[in-house]
């Protein structure tokens, strides 16, 4: 089964911190993805990656930068957190290998972030 | 832009009852994903459609593709306390996925 573990599930910060949030995958993806969900609006992808070291914007990428060192870890970072991030935030990965198995995600159980 | 419309947004019946909710769009998609996601946690994959007029059944779910690839549907016989939760429609092209705003489905005993 594939596993895409995110770090925490809950977390509270205050604004202007600087927030990691973490993601492991284990079944040697190539594609990891950040989205944040919403009441209302869906799911909105952040960032995603297609290799190590590569990164490409999603949709709202403002305010947020990533990180993917390592196949298997993609992390996503809030410089200064800002009250309007409070957001479930859910990491996802797929296989590359064609335009098929990328659109096939596998999500974590989320991190849900409040910040105050 | 590629939008998925899924219908309706909430939905609440009595267990042992019968459903269909839609996904539909204006855009034709190479394939595409249901979801259902649970409270707090992370949607998990349901279903892959991929070619116009497939039928896939799941136990008591059966999920189709519409001939032109543009819709879907998600019918569920004798609906249990179980099968609540959000669901969640993810169509596949080029871009990438593009997701639907859900279905919220509550089956009350």
């Known amino acids: 089964d594939v596993k895409v573990t995110q770090s925490s599930r809950y977390l509270v910060k205050r604004t202007g911190e600087k927030v990691f949030l973490e993601c492991v995958q284990d079944?040697?993806?190539?594609?990891m993805f950040w989205y944040r969900q919403d009441p209302g609006l869906g799911l909105r992808l952040i960032y995603f990656?297609?290799?190590?070291?590569?990164?490409e914007k999603g949709d709202i990428p403002e305010g947020y930068s990533v990180s993917r060192e390592k196949k298997e870890r993609f992390s996503l970072i809030l410089e200064s957190a800002s009250t309007n991030q409070t957001s479930m935030y859910l990491c996802a990965s797929s296989f590359g290998s064609t335009l098929f198995y990328s659109n096939i995600q596998y999500f974590g159980a989320g991190t849900r972030l409040s910040v105050l | 832009t590629q939008l998925l419309e899924q219908s309706p947004q909430f939905l609440s019946i009595q267990e042992g009852e019968n459903l269909t909710v839609y996904c539909n769009s204006s855009s034709v998609f190479s394939s595409l994903q249901w979801y259902r996601q649970e409270p707090g946690e992370g949607p998990v994959l349901l279903v892959t459609v991929v070619t116009g007029g497939e039928v896939k059944k799941l136990k008591r779910l059966t999920f189709q593709f519409g001939d032109a690839r543009k819709d879907s549907s998600l019918h569920i016989t004798a609906a249990q306390p179980g099968d609540t939760g959000l669901y969640l429609c993810?169509?596949?092209?080029?871009?990438?996925?593009?997701f639907g705003k859900g279905t919220h489905l509550i089956i009350q005993p």
């Open positions: 993810g169509g596949g092209g080029a871009d990438g996925l593009t």
């Open positions: 079944m040697d993806h190539e594609n």
């Open positions: 990656s297609y290799d190590v070291k590569m990164k």
